[in-house]
């Protein structure tokens, strides 16, 4: 599905815009018409419809292949324009907006009559979040709307986080791309819902964590979905990223928590061809078995981690063995991300 309009494109190849004014403004207008296109933020990059627009936001979902009841988050650059979505929302919510907005926190709230049902996969909420990229905010000012924009990438697949990854999946599904660079945050945004006056729950971890939520509000709750090794029976979406099996590669994700030589001893008992493991930087020296990096550290981590999942693939790998990272801070949003890349193919060694 591609929506129609004045200004709507062939979808023969996808339209590689700049930052520049100008290109913002052809994305902006692009967006007007009731097209998709891909913007950069922090996190990852975002597949962008007028959050207002149901056929727009319809053909999102269409060029993902996104299931219909995986919400989508929208962006917003001011308070007044979050205002203009949600309604009752908590004293707890401005005070963490004004400590971490602009940034990779999205506020699950009350939504008004004016967010279209298939922006929220029907529920009675929406979730809202303030980007700090600068061609993100932008492209919102001159749509003068909020944007829907889950990842741009294929549904279930490793998240975007360059140019190249949004033209691998999306080229010829949507109608333009503008290059932002590389993402600096690299894993989506911290998604939070409101338990209590004072209270918040962590639906889907992220840059921002529990311990920094702690400076803001009395209780943080980290939902059990996001700690289980086990598949979690999800009956209700609340937030993107709670499906069973996501940000997969082609590649089969094993999931590894020991400490290096506990790794090299488990690896070692299954040697096999196209094999490939994803360590630590620090690991590296003398390792015995094919092998790439993905940091020396969670935030690192968190930069590379769908970057080196997308390698992969390029590298024809068919078995990744991945050391896990830690799971807290910012480690936590990585080893999320890494249980549902392997199918919750977790192995303690």
Same mark, same amino acid.
Request: proline content about 6%; aromatic content about 6%.
């Given at each position: /599905? ?8 062939? /979808?023969?190849?996808?339209? @590689? &815009? ?11 207008? &692009?967006?007007?018409? #009731? ?71 999205? /506020?699950?709230? *009350?939504?008004k009559s004016i967010v279209?049902?298939?922006?929220? #996969?029907?529920? $009675? ?20 709307k909020p944007l829907a ?30 290059? #932002? ?11 939070? @819902? ?11 971890? #992220? =840059?921002?964590?529990?311990? $920094? ?18 598949? *979690? ?8 990223? /709670? ?11 094993? &999931?590894? @928590? ?18 490939? @493991? ?10 015995? =078995? ?6 020396? $550290? ?51 060694s």
């Amino acid at each position: /599905m591609y929506p129609a309009g004045s200004d709507s494109v062939s /979808m023969k190849d996808i339209i @590689c &815009l700049t930052d520049s004014d100008s290109d913002l403004e052809k994305a902006a207008s &692009l967006l007007k018409s #009731g097209n998709v296109v891909a913007l950069p933020t922090e996190t990852v990059y975002g597949l962008a419809a007028d959050a207002t627009n149901r056929d727009a936001v319809a053909a999102v979902f269409a060029a993902k292949g996104r299931p219909a009841d995986n919400p989508l988050i929208i962006h917003v650059t001011t308070l007044e324009m979050m205002e203009q979505y949600a309604e009752d929302i908590p004293r707890s919510a401005y005070r963490l907006a004004e400590k971490f907005w602009p940034g990779p926190l999205t /506020m699950i709230l *009350p939504k008004k009559s004016i967010v279209p049902e298939i922006v929220t #996969g029907g529920l $009675d909420t929406v979730a809202v979040r303030m980007p700090s990229h600068p061609v993100m905010r932008k492209v919102i000012d001159l749509v003068g709307k909020p944007l829907a924009a889950p990842s741009a990438n294929l549904s279930g697949s490793p998240s975007p986080t360059t140019l190249k990854h949004v033209k691998d999946d999306m080229n010829g599904r949507i109608a333009a791309v503008v290059d #932002g660079g590389e993402c600096t945050v690299g894993v989506e945004s911290t998604v939070i @819902c409101f338990d209590g006056y004072d209270s918040v729950r962590i639906l889907r971890p #992220g =840059f921002i964590t529990a311990d $920094d939520l702690r400076k803001v509000v009395d209780e943080v709750i980290i939902d059990e979905n996001i700690l289980s090794d086990v598949v *979690p029976e999800v009956k209700e979406v609340r937030s993107p990223g /709670m499906k069973y099996k996501h940000y997969s590669p082609a590649a089969r994700v094993v &999931l590894v @928590c020991a400490d290096i030589e506990g790794f090299k001893k488990y690896v070692a008992s299954r040697k096999e061809a196209g094999m490939c @493991c994803l360590i630590y930087d620090k690991d590296a020296q003398n390792f015995p =078995f094919n092998y790439m990096t993905y940091g020396s $550290d969670s935030e690192e981590q968190a930069k590379q981690i769908f970057s080196r999942l997308r390698e992969a693939d390029e590298k024809g790998v068919k078995t990744l063995y991945v050391r896990a990272p830690k799971k807290d801070g910012v480690g936590l949003a990585v080893y999320n991300r890494l249980i549902r890349a392997a199918g919750y193919e977790v192995v303690e060694s």
